[in-house]
């Protein structure tokens, strides 16, 4: 668990939603299983594909669009039904000028940001459709950066997985483990 609640270290934060702020409540397995479908509808064999691997394929075979939206149907219904994690106190908190940057997309992080009573918090909300690159591309983090008008060197970026911490290794910024 990190402390970033005005130890001085950092000016600004940015969040990771999903494991950090936030559990959504989505079945991945069934994001999956009709991800595997839509692919195959097109040709292309998912067998032993990851989650993001999936988009990468959809934009190979050109349905990334249709694979998004199935994608961000689940997320958005997920969203509604997110658990509060501990994250969240903290950034209610408001110690420190905070964003959001997330695998997810935008409106998701948006209704579970809401849901919670957090929205006004957030100087911005950066989720997969908001910019071209997804993490670990640097892009959405310093976007998020960039919203809060800091240095990448004076934000920490809280997340949950290897993903996220190679992300602000490339974004310049600090890291911690939710």
Not at 154 to 160: L, M, P, S
Request: glycine letters at 10%; charged letters at 35%; proline letters at 3%.
């Amino acid at each position: 668990m990190s402390d970033v609640t005005g130890d001085g270290d950092y000016d600004g934060v940015v969040y990771d939603l999903d494991g950090t702020l936030v559990r959504l409540a989505v079945d991945w397995g069934a994001v999956e299983r009709d991800l595997t479908d839509l692919l195959t509808t097109a040709g292309v064999d998912a067998t032993g594909f990851d989650a993001w691997e999936f988009l990468d394929a959809a934009e190979g075979a050109g349905i990334r669009a249709e694979a998004d939206a199935l994608i961000r149907d689940y997320e958005r219904d997920g969203a509604e039904r997110a658990e509060r994690l501990p994250h969240a106190d903290e950034l209610r908190d408001g110690a420190l000028p905070a964003a959001v940057c997330s695998l997810n997309c935008e409106r998701a992080c948006r209704i579970a940001l809401e849901k919670e009573g957090l929205t006004e918090r957030v100087r911005a909300v950066v989720g997969r459709d908001t910019v071209s690159g997804r993490k670990p591309d640097p892009e959405p983090l310093l976007r998020a950066v960039e919203s809060l008008g800091l240095d990448p060197a004076g934000v920490v970026f809280v997340g949950d997985s290897e993903r996220d911490a190679e992300t602000a290794r490339r974004a310049g910024t600090g890291f911690r483990y939710a």
